[in-house]
């Protein structure tokens, strides 16, 4: 479909690239998946849609057959995409972290569903809890290279889904001014959520107009059904003013058809069913296309996704997303290594990399994880944001314009000059600018190296994380307005004051 390019006017508020360029699916391909999705949406469709969905859907053209099936007309589907949200923005709490949905830039970001924390300097897995989620925001909200933060664990000392989520919430938002995804179990939690952002916003018209958080929503049971509770969560909110990205997570072989492109089918339909529920309940809501089918090893089941075979399956969903010109997310940089070593390095690099060459706006997952999502490490947060510094730089390209070229500076050095260029003004002038600089990547000599005592990467990323979390407490959220939310919520917010700094 065809994409505009609108001026660019204005800058990306962090250190954002130019995505595009690597291109596995030809037109001929896409053409065969799209025509294969309007195929599946309009004869096989969706079961289990609640009531509220059926009515939405069915009052707009869709058609509820005497199977309970929701099926898609393909004229529905297509107008939906014509007048679907396009270039949409998600704000930060600061207006420095607003990112721009415009297919012309990448964004890397957290993401998951980790069950441990991975302590990378005892090489051992424990239960996450809620001041992990905490720490990894405010880790973040230092981290240029990471632009927005979803809770990347799960706090498995909250028992109550009430208190799961929206504590959950409370720490990323505490944590980080940077735009934050969050979750909701059941359609009640979304309320108190809302009352919450409002509350920080300072008003619920100053938060419609700059929503700083959007709604991760797993709408489908896959295959091609719907879920109960996250459809009530989705209608909720699109009330309240949430973006949502729409997530369809179907593991390959299992609940997508084992052939990739079969689960792109699948996975694309998915998500295209859901842009159409939004658009029934709030024509042109900022809704994300969120295809994430997973990998899975052929000889075991289990999955992999840290897999080529991933990397492709992410790369062909952010394709079909550009064709149809809609804001695209993928998930990449979920290695299957336990720890940060040489194998998490490898496979989250590399389809970090792709990721973004792909053209997808977003990249969740992209750093920190392990394990295949089972576990979130926070020095991995900070080496991975190394690593993506690394792919935003590289993905960069160079200036080659006539300055850069450097024609006059090579005369002048060459023929008037001291045959070198140490001294020269442009060096001078490039060394404070343009170049990537690691975190605790080193770039020593083997004598400085033996001098300091051989420190490896780990230590360096241990010795960071202790300093940051001594010392970081964000106070984004003033002070007085965290004695007005715990006031309100009472007992809810379990995150101690001391936790936060005192």
């Not at 190394?386 to 005369?411: E, F």
């Not at 780990?458 to 202790?466: C, H, I, M, P, S």
Request: glycine fraction near 10%; charge should be neutral.
């Amino acid at each position: 479909m065809k994409k505009t390019s609108p001026a660019d006017s204005d800058s990306p508020a962090r250190p954002a690239v130019p995505g595009g360029g690597y291109l596995p699916l030809g037109p001929n391909d896409i053409e065969r998946i799209h025509e294969a999705v309007l195929t599946v949406l309009e004869t096989v469709g969706f079961a289990d849609a609640i009531p509220s969905c059926i009515a939405a859907l069915t009052g707009i053209g869709a058609e509820l057959g005497t199977d309970g099936r929701i099926r898609f007309p393909r004229n529905l589907v297509l107008d939906t995409i014509g007048r679907a949200a396009r270039h949409i923005t998600l704000h930060g709490q600061h207006p420095r972290h607003d990112m721009r949905l415009d297919g012309r830039r990448v964004y890397y970001g957290t993401a998951g569903v980790a069950v441990n924390l991975v302590d990378a300097g005892e090489r051992t897995y424990r239960e996450s809890r809620l001041r992990d989620i905490y720490d990894a925001a405010r880790l973040a909200e230092g981290l240029d290279n990471i632009h927005f933060f979803q809770r990347p664990m799960v706090a498995r000392d909250i028992a109550d889904p009430l208190e799961l989520d929206f504590n959950t919430l409370y720490a990323c938002v505490s944590g980080t001014s940077k735009h934050v995804g969050t979750s909701f179990t059941v359609r009640g939690n979304v309320k108190p959520a809302l009352e919450m952002l409002y509350m920080i916003a300072g008003g619920e018209e100053k938060f419609r107009a700059r929503p700083f958080v959007s709604n991760s929503n797993a709408f489908v049971v896959s295959p091609m059904k719907f879920a109960e509770d996250a459809c009530g969560v989705l209608e909720e909110c699109v009330k309240g003013g949430l973006p949502v990205l729409l997530l369809s997570v179907g593991q390959v072989g299992a609940t997508a058809p084992a052939a990739l492109a079969g689960a792109v089918v699948q996975t694309v339909a998915e998500v295209l069913a859901a842009l159409v529920y939004v658009n029934a309940l709030r024509p042109g809501h900022p809704a994300i296309f969120g295809a994430w089918p997973f990998a899975s090893d052929r000889r075991t089941g289990a999955m992999a996704g840290g897999s080529a075979e991933q990397a492709m399956l992410g790369v062909a969903c952010a394709q079909m997303a550009r064709f149809y010109d809609l804001p695209c997310g993928t998930a990449a940089g979920m290695t299957d290594a336990k720890l940060p070593d040489v194998q998490s390095g490898y496979e989250k690099g590399i389809t970090d990399l792709i990721a973004a060459l792909s053209g997808a706006d977003l990249v969740y997952e992209a750093a920190g994880m392990h394990a295949s999502l089972l576990g979130f490490c926070l020095e991995s947060l900070i080496i991975d944001n190394d690593m993506l510094g690394l792919c935003l730089h590289g993905r960069a390209g160079m200036d080659v314009d006539a300055g850069q070229l450097s024609a006059a500076v090579i005369a002048e050095t060459c023929l008037d000059g001291p045959g070198h260029y140490l001294s020269h003004p442009q060096t001078v002038k490039l060394a404070r600018s343009g170049q990537f600089h690691p975190l605790v990547g080193e770039r020593w000599s083997p004598r400085e190296w033996e001098e300091k005592g051989r420190p490896d990467i780990v230590l360096r990323a241990v010795a960071e994380k202790q300093r940051v979390l001594a010392a970081r407490f964000p106070r984004h959220v003033p002070r007085a307005m965290d004695e007005r939310l715990r006031a309100r919520f009472g007992d809810l917010i379990c995150l101690p004051r001391a936790a936060m700094g005192g």
